[in-house]
């Protein structure tokens, strides 16, 4: 199982579409394992964009980040990273594919509602700077898992 973070953006929050996303996420068979809804400190904002603090938009982008509130949370399943940034859709919602959140959703390249872990590192990274506590992420089974994945592909 892989653990990767997603934001849902103040765009997502401000626009009501928690419960549409968090519904998408756990339709797809994903878990839940943290969550949580903060406005979060522009340090922490500063850190978790700091990949990208020489480019122009970084100042706009934590400006935006820390404009309203946003859901953190970390979600579980197998090959999370890769089945949430596909069930995320590109970058510029109004190029992303029907069927995708940002697709159906969205409509900006800049307010795009959700961000995805890329990789296992950045996910390990991210993971640590939203939920630092660990009593913060829950260890569960859900009683539809044998449901979502097949026996043969070793998930217990």
């Known amino acids: 199982m892989e653990r990767t973070l997603i934001l849902l953006k103040p765009d997502a929050v401000q626009r009501q579409l928690i419960g549409r996303i968090i519904s998408r996420i756990e339709d797809k068979g994903l878990k839940i394992v943290g969550l949580k809804l903060r406005q979060f400190p522009t340090a922490l904002i500063q850190q978790h964009y700091a990949v990208h603090k020489e480019r122009p938009f970084y100042k706009d982008l934590v400006g935006f980040m820390t404009s309203g509130p946003v859901v953190a949370m970390a979600i579980e399943g197998k090959n999370a990273i890769t089945v949430m940034r596909t ?37 390990a990274t991210e993971l640590a700077l939203f939920f630092g506590d660990k009593d913060e992420i829950c260890s569960w089974t859900p009683v539809t898992q044998t449901w979502v994945y097949s026996s043969e592909e070793g998930v217990s």
Do not use: C, Q, Y
């Open 87 to 123: 069930l995320i859709g590109k970058t510029n919602s109004a190029e992303a594919d029907p069927g995708t959140i940002r697709g159906d959703l969205g409509m900006s390249f800049s307010n795009n509602l959700v961000h995805g872990s890329d990789s296992a590192e950045s996910a």
